[in-house]
Structure formats: C-alpha cells, structure tokens
C-alpha cells in the first residue's frame, strides 16, 4: 500500500505531484506528504495527517515551488497515522530524504546498529531507519551514482518502492524497487516516478516498469540508467502505456465505485474481446496456448488469491470442476503460504489478483513456483508483478479499478476464468460440443443483461434506504451463487461498515438462523435452477422467523415474489453464468446504502486497493 510519486523536469513539481497523489489515493489516506527543493537550493517538506487534501489546504500557504520533488499517500503499518510519521522522512543530518511503500522487516536490528552510531530517530517509522542508514553508507558511497542507495539496499529484509531525494543534488531522484510497484515515465526532458502509471499516463506514454532489487538512477537532462542492488548495468526497456486518462477519472460519476459498476456491460465485453467467438464455437487465449497441455494433464489446479479475487476463484472453482473434470482447490493466499501446502509440479495454481501486486499472493506464487507447478496468472494491471512473476496467464481488461470495493474486476476474472474453464474441458474433451457452444452464446449475451439489471437501479436504491440503518446482514446463495453471496456480504461490510455474512443458503439452520429476527435483512440469491426448490424452502425458514427476504430472481419469477417483501428481477442466463448477472445488484445495494450512511464510498476506512503488505 502507500502511493508515491516524484517528479524532475522544466515543470512546477508540486502542481504535478498533488494530481498523481490524488490518484493514487487508493493505495492508502493515513496521510500525505511532500518534499520540493526550491530555486534557493532549500529543501521544503510538508506532511499531514489525513487525506491529500488536508496537505493541499496546509501547503497553499507555503512555499511550494521546485522542479525536483517527492511526494507520498500513506497507509499506515509501522507508527500511528499522525504528522510526524508521514513521509518523507528525513535523515539524520536532514540533507536526505525519502518515501516508501513497503516494510523494512529488519528495522529494528538495522536501528539498534544505527543507535550505537550515534543516529537519533524522530518517528517510529521502519522509513526512517532506512534513509538514516542511506546517509550513514554515504560516508564511503556515492549517492549521485546510486551506489550509497544500493548498498543500503543489499543490507534490507523486506518490500520497498523508495524515492530518495538529496538537498545538496537538485538534480537527481534515487528510486528503487522490490515486492512493492514502481513505474517511471520519461517524458521530454522530465521524469515522472509512481506507483502505478495513473500519475503519468497524463504526460506521456512511455514508462519503464522497474522490476525487484533494480535502482534507477533519474538525473535531470540525462537518459535513466538502471543498475541492480549487485551493481549490474541493466538496460532501459521502454514500454507503451496502453491506458487513457478518461480511464483513471470518474466521467460524470459521483465516485469511481459508481463509474465502475455501470462500466460492466463493456468491461466484461473487453474482457472476452477477440477471445470468443460463439458463431466459430472458438476461444482463444493466447496468454495460455502454451500451457493447454499442463491444463489437460493437470491432476489438480489450485487456485489462489484474497478477497473479491478469491470469491472469483471459487466461481472458477464449480466451472472447471464441471466442465473440464479437473479437482479445483481455492485457497486464501495469505493461508496457503503459511502452511506446508502439498504441490505436485503438475499441478496448476491459477493466481487471481486485480492489482497484480498483492503481497501475499506474490507470495504463494514464489511458494508454489519453487516446488516446480506452473503459475497462470489472471490479473488486471498490465505489467503489474503477479503476471511477470507468473509462467502465463490472461489480464482481465477491466481497465482501471480505483474504487477500492472491487466491482467491475470480479465480473471480468468470473469472465476470463469461464473462457478459460471452458477452453480447457473443449480441448479436454469433457464438455459435449453442444453444451459448450450453448455456453458460449449465453456468455456473449452477458453485457447486454447487466445492462438489464442495471436498469434497476431506482428499484434497488429504494431497498437501501429501507435497510440503510440496519446493523447486520445475511446474504445466502447455493451453488454457483454461494461465492457471489460472500461476495454481497463482502461489499457491504467494507463500504457501509455493517456486519454482513455471506453463507450457503443450506448451511443457515446449522448456525446463522439462530440470528434471524425482524430486524435482520437477509439478502438471497433464488434464480431458476438446479438449487431453485430448495433456496425457497430456505426463504420460507427465514420468513417464518420474520427475517426479512430481498431477493434476486430470474425475470418472471412468481413463487419468490409471493413469499419475498422485497424482489429484484434480472434476467434468465444459464446457471453457470449466474454469478456474473447476480452480483450487480449486490453492488448497487452496497453502494446505495453507503452513500446514505454518509460514508466514504472510495475510500473506505482502514483499507487500501493494493496490498502490498502481508
Ligand atoms: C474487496 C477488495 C479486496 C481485494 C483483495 C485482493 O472489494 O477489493 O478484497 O479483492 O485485496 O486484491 P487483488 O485482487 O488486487 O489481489
């Protein structure tokens, strides 16, 4: 988490630095902070507690002018969110200073060296250690050189995108990377530094993605030059940002969130663009055309991610499992890599992540690498780590998330993993021709249907005012809708701070029914199909207990309607492909009540869109 940026070049840096922290806001809101060094040769900091604008207010009075400068959003992990442990933090002698995104994991020991030296430390930050320890190795290294940078490096445990700026070189930006993102933009006769490319894709299109334990060392009026933290020259590979800007702003919207959700019927469409073609009875992934062979040989696929992404997998999980006839696992990254987890190196381990750069599914994708499986990563930021560090994979195409409630990312993975699923059991030869080519066409009709559901949207903010006020929640599906209720219950809790459940609708009586009285919504997924006659029985339980039903069901429904207080009808798509219609109502609920409950739907208390921490 955290977002950072820097900037050297011809222009003001703060007016350029103030417009990329707002966009990277998404990573973190604890606090903002900024370092310029003026035409004078003074170095000028100023960091608030809070969001950007708290800054915005606080720095309009002061100097705040330089074309060299640093800037940073922060999540808070090491030291409460307050002033004085925003960055950039400074070192000792105060001529250094630095952002990062990261943990330094040996600080405490790195600090206790520093100490016995003679360092004093201002916050409780890991941050700090790390420039004081910069300016202690600058003594026999060179900073202009990037030498003192890496060679503090080679002494840190840990994930770090750092950007260090020298009072005494206004001339130069030391950036370096490793577990954390960091993009640089070079621009004519300017360099732009962030985490991701929303702060840049403004001015140019050209960016280097720094990959793990590289220094780039950026100076004013030259060509970037890379080394690695072992001192190796690497070459510069400039990359074509792909992104437009109108992606990363909100068009019109009141929030991103909003945006996102009505952006569906074309995400999900990009997301099977020049991959599906029903009429042809064809899919074609070319990220995986490689690999069919590890699918169909394949004992097991294990599916890893966090959050939304893993509630997709478990969508992934019932389609391959019926369609291709592979035994599915899905597993929370974050517990996969902190057990002794059996893998076979035939087994596939599909890594799903919007972001591409959370730390923990990183993290179990080196796990499962080192014992020889392959990687298939399913991820939505173009260049972002979890696709480099997978052997495949396919990106989702969503586009720019930055709502920090994932919405239109899940519809695209639930989308990229159906055609995969169903690529795999064609070649497999464990789907009948007619059974696939039926799916096919029903998922080509998937856009114009949330398009449907999304018509709905007066009828559904209308039941977010009846239950704005409600302290708890149960959402209930079977089948392919048990991942999308985890999924309702997961929106809601995170943007509206109610407590929420998602449950198998079945599994209610053995638990959460004791919960069910007048005052308890629950929210229940009964579309036509297999599990229909059996999710009624379950509403009439909860109805019989008062509860109070809000249900989603397949146009034309009667026997809900007479039972339910509340319907939202979609329209009828195969069960398979429920999830993908399902959850737009979900979203709006959640959306809708959040904004009546005055609370800040982007940017949610506590969290951050990409975690990079573990
Ligand atoms: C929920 C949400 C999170 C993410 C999770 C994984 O709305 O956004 O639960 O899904 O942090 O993030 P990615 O997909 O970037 O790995």
């Keep these: ?38 035409d004078d040769g003074e170095l000028n900091v100023y960091k608030k507690k809070g969001k950007v604008t708290e800054l915005e207010n606080f720095a309009k009075v002061q100097d705040i002018s330089g074309t060299i400068g640093i800037g940073h959003t922060r999540w808070a992990t ?11 933090h400074y070192s000792q002698s105060g001529d250094l200073v630095m952002i990062h995104n990261g943990i330094i994991e040996n600080y405490a020991s790195l600090k206790e060296g520093l100490i016995k030296r003679g360092h004093t430390f201002r916050t409780q930050t890991d941050t700090e250690v790390l420039i ?52 640089i933009g070079i621009g004519d006769d300017e360099f732009f530094i962030a985490s991701d490319a929303s ?22 009026g030259e060509e970037v030059k890379l080394r690695t933290i072992k001192d190796k020259e690497i070459p510069l590979y400039v990359h074509e940002l792909e992104m437009e800007l109108e992606a990363i702003e909100k068009g019109g919207y009141e929030h991103f969130m909003l945006k996102e959700i009505y952006e569906q019927p074309r995400s999900v469409k990009d997301s099977m663009r020049g991959r599906l073609n029903a009429a042809e009875g064809k899919v074609q992934l070319g990220g995986i055309v490689d690999h069919l062979g590890k699918f169909k040989n394949a004992k097991r696929i294990m599916i890893i991610a966090c959050g939304t992404s893993w509630h997709a997998g478990l969508v992934a999980e019932y389609i391959f499992e019926e369609y291709a006839r592979i035994p599915v696992e899905v597993e929370y990254a974050s517990e996969f890599r902190y057990r002794n987890p059996i893998i076979y190196p035939d087994d596939v381990v599909i890594a799903i992540s919007q972001s591409g750069e959370t730390a923990d599914t990183l993290a179990a994708i080196e796990l499962a690498k080192s014992k020889g499986a392959t990687i298939i990563g399913v991820c939505n930021v173009v260049g972002s780590s979890i696709p480099r560090a997978s052997h495949a994979g396919s990106y989702t195409h969503a586009g720019p998330e930055i709502g920090v409630a994932s919405t239109k990312a899940f519809t695209a993975q639930v989308t990229v993993l159906t055609l995969m699923a169903l690529h795999v059991a064609h070649a497999k030869g464990t789907i009948a021709e007619s059974r696939y080519r039926q799916l096919l066409y029903e998922l080509e009709s998937i856009p114009n249907k949330i398009e449907e559901v999304l018509k709905q949207n007066d009828l559904i903010k209308e039941i977010a005012n009846i239950y704005k006020d409600a302290r708890n929640a149960l959402y209930l599906g079977r089948g392919y809708t048990f991942p999308v209720a985890l999924e309702g219950a997961l929106k809601l809790k995170e943007i509206s701070y109610i407590h929420a459940e998602g449950y198998p609708a079945a599994e209610m009586k053995h638990g959460p029914i004791a919960l069910i009285d007048e005052e308890m919504p629950v929210f229940v997924i009964a579309t036509k199909g297999l599990n229909y006659e059996k999710v009624v029985s379950n509403i009439q339980e909860v109805k019989a207990r008062k509860g109070k039903i809000i249900a989603v069901v397949t146009h034309g429904d009667k026997d809900v309607k007479g039972m339910a207080d509340h319907v939202i009808e979609i329209p009828e798509t195969d069960e398979s492909l429920v999830p993908l219609v399902s959850v737009i109502p979900w979203q709006l609920l959640s959306y809708h009540i959040a904004v009546m409950r005055g609370c800040n739907v982007d940017q949610p208390r506590n969290l951050a869109k990409s975690v990079t921490v573990e």
């Design 199 to 220: 702060p840049i894709v403004e001015y140019t299109k050209n960016v280097v993605y720094l990959e793990d334990e590289q220094v780039a060392i950026v100076r004013r």
């Design 132 to 183: 004081h320890l910069i300016e202690d190795i600058k003594k026999s290294e060179s900073m202009k050189t990037g030498h003192a940078v890496l060679a503090a490096l080679n002494k840190v445990i840990g994930a770090y995108a750092i950007v260090v700026l020298d009072k005494n070189d206004p001339n130069t930006l030391i950036a370096a990377k490793k577990g954390s993102p960091m993009v």
């Design 78 to 88: 090491h030291g409460e969110p307050n002033d004085v442990n925003s960055h950039p």
């Design 1 to 38: 988490m955290c977002g950072i940026v820097g900037y050297i070049g011809n222009k003001q840096a703060y007016p350029v630095m103030i417009k990329g922290l707002h966009r990277l806001e998404y990573r973190g809101y604890d606090s903002a902070g900024v370092a310029m060094i003026n």
